[in-house]
């Protein structure tokens, strides 16, 4: 069943996007990430143009990352001033990641960027996942358990050396909101120009370099996803007009599905397991995206259509 | 002077008259419209030539073009650098049509010289496009620019497209693809006896988004900024609805 997508300007097949929809809702439950990032990927493979894959994925996952922040705003999960510095630092990200968007596009650059950044970040994140659950599934083999962090280590760094010094209560931390406007300036960036949440730069970073809690990190960090992309929704349909509404809804009646399903698949594996499969995933997705890079095209001539 | 240029208006004006007499032509649709389902259109053109007026013993040739409105386009390509391949060279071409299908009940060149057919707009090799540079390989950008718009099912030339039935009827089917140009469409139609044009016919056809997805286009381009947080406001409410439906 064909549906023609308005802004996308092609005909897709309803079935293949909902079932796109339906296999990263499955992954993103079964693993517990966004999945962003596989999908902007997956849209571009299937023919969408680099630029509205961003731009819409920004939109679909405003839509996918609305129910778990309620959840965890209810059982108390969000630590609203803490999200409140990320959200600054993530809308001033947004906004120049959209600017640099914009530009790229006019000149013919922005397809390229998109593939390079998903080739370094895919390929980093994916490396250091897979090396690290390759070597926790090995340890436990072993038996290793692995030491506290010493109350020094907690508050040590260069984190807690950087001014005006503030209380984040719910976060039980006393840190220069510099640090955390800067994480979320990167993750404003990346959502804008990767069409990502950011959750798995963004995650890591407050738990290692903000030592927070791990009960709210999950939930702040949702709070931060909703409204960057929301931001970086807007962004988009301002520079460029590249938010089809039409295939973020498909994509995500998809998603919903798939994640009832993937959560409960998720639980019966072990988590190292569970993050090693995540990984070798990403780098399949990274090798794909660097082939497109370097193998000759079969035509090396494109053309754009200018809007007037 | 004035007079010459009078008389000369007059007989082509009459000429014209008189080609437009000697074929009738009509559309299966003159209104195409873009809808949610939209899988390409099928247009189909049938006429009569009027065979009094053609010598019955000659075969009559018949060329249908299609043509859209006209768009800019930038063409890029691609050369290697650091061994990915990256977008180089541009050129731009002010005035390329968005569609463009020749259909002809026989091969172009034999139908009538290349150079005269160019003149009426007639193949690709007539497509000027405005270029902004005169370059030498400009060409190649122009060429590039026909294969991509062939590839899309944008651009055809199609020999046989055109089917005389005979009696002087015939009929000639252009596929619209699902991606094709919005706007006015001209459908011309031309017959030909041994290299001389002896009819020549002019239609309009539009293409239109029609419902939903022309709302949705317009207003994304027209009022981008309530779009952007029309999206958002879909998303949180899709959102939260999908997150109850999911809860039971």
């Excluded at chain 2, 800019?72 to 691609?78: A, G, L, P, Q």
């Excluded at chain 2, 944008?154 to 706007?183: I, K, T, W």
């Amino acid at each position: 069943m064909p549906l023609y997508l308005p802004i996308a300007e092609l005909s897709m097949n309803v079935i293949l996007v909902i079932g796109m929809g339906a296999i990263v809702g499955f992954l993103s439950g079964m693993f517990g990430v966004g999945g962003g990032f596989l999908m902007t990927p997956l849209l571009i493979f299937a023919g969408v143009p680099p630029a509205v894959a961003v731009a819409t994925e920004a939109n679909q996952i405003t839509a996918a990352s609305v129910s778990g922040a309620l959840a965890h705003m209810r059982r108390g999960g969000v630590d609203f001033k803490m999200g409140t510095v990320l959200v600054v630092g993530g809308a001033i990200g947004a906004f120049l990641g959209a600017q640099v968007f914009a530009m790229l596009r006019a000149i013919g650059q922005v397809d390229l960027m998109i593939s390079i950044m998903y080739v370094l970040f895919l390929g980093s994140v994916g490396g250091f996942m897979f090396y690290e659950s390759v070597r926790a599934i090995l340890r436990d083999r072993r038996g290793y358990v692995a030491p506290r962090k010493s109350s020094k280590e907690r508050h040590g760094g260069w984190v807690h050396a950087l001014p005006f010094k503030m209380r984040f209560r719910k976060s039980r931390l006393f840190i220069s909101p510099i640090a955390p406007l800067l994480i979320g300036m990167f993750v404003g960036v990346l959502a804008a120009i990767m069409g990502v949440g950011g959750g798995f730069v963004m995650v890591p970073a407050m738990i290692y370099l903000l030592n927070m809690p791990t009960n709210v990190v999950i939930g702040t960090s949702l709070f931060q996803i909703i409204f960057v992309t929301a931001l970086t929704t807007v962004f988009h349909s301002v520079n460029t007009q590249t938010v089809d509404i039409l295939l973020a809804l498909l994509l995500l009646s998809g998603a919903v599905i798939g994640a009832q399903v993937g959560v409960r698949v998720g639980v019966k594996l072990k988590g190292e397991q569970l993050r090693a499969l995540l990984a070798l995933m990403v780098l399949a997705v990274c090798v794909k995206m660097a082939f497109g890079l370097i193998l000759t095209p079969d035509d090396l001539f494109s053309i754009t259509t200018v809007i007037k | 002077m004035r007079r010459i240029l009078t008389i000369l208006l007059l007989w082509l004006g009459v000429s014209g008259a008189v080609l437009a007499q000697n074929v009738v032509t009509d559309l299966s649709e003159r209104e195409i419209d873009i809808r949610y389902s939209f899988n390409g259109a099928n247009l189909l053109l049938f006429g009569a030539v009027n065979e009094g007026k053609m010598d019955p013993s000659i075969r009559t040739d018949i060329i249908v073009v299609v043509r859209g409105p006209n768009e800019e386009i930038i063409v890029r390509e691609k050369q290697r650098m650091f061994g990915i391949w990256v977008n180089q060279d541009v050129h731009r071409f002010g005035n390329a049509p968005g569609f463009y299908a020749v259909a002809t009940s026989r091969p172009l060149a034999d139908i009538d010289n290349i150079d005269q057919l160019n003149a009426r707009g007639i193949g690709y090799l007539s497509l000027g496009l405005d270029q902004d540079s005169h370059e030498e390989h400009a060409e190649n950008f122009r060429i590039a620019l026909v294969r991509s718009k062939e590839r899309a099912g944008l651009y055809s030339e199609s020999e046989g497209g055109v089917s005389v039935v005979g009696g002087g009827l015939f009929r000639a089917d252009v596929q619209l693809p699902a991606n094709v140009p919005v706007g006015d469409f001209t459908v011309e139609t031309f017959v030909y006896q041994s290299g001389r044009l002896l009819g020549h016919k002019l239609m309009s056809l539009n293409v239109d988004k029609a419902g939903f997805e022309r709302a949705v286009y317009a207003f994304a381009h027209n009022q981008p900024f309530w779009y952007g947080i029309v999206a958002v406001l879909i998303a949180l409410a899709a959102g939260w609805l999908a997150g109850l439906a999911s809860r039971k």
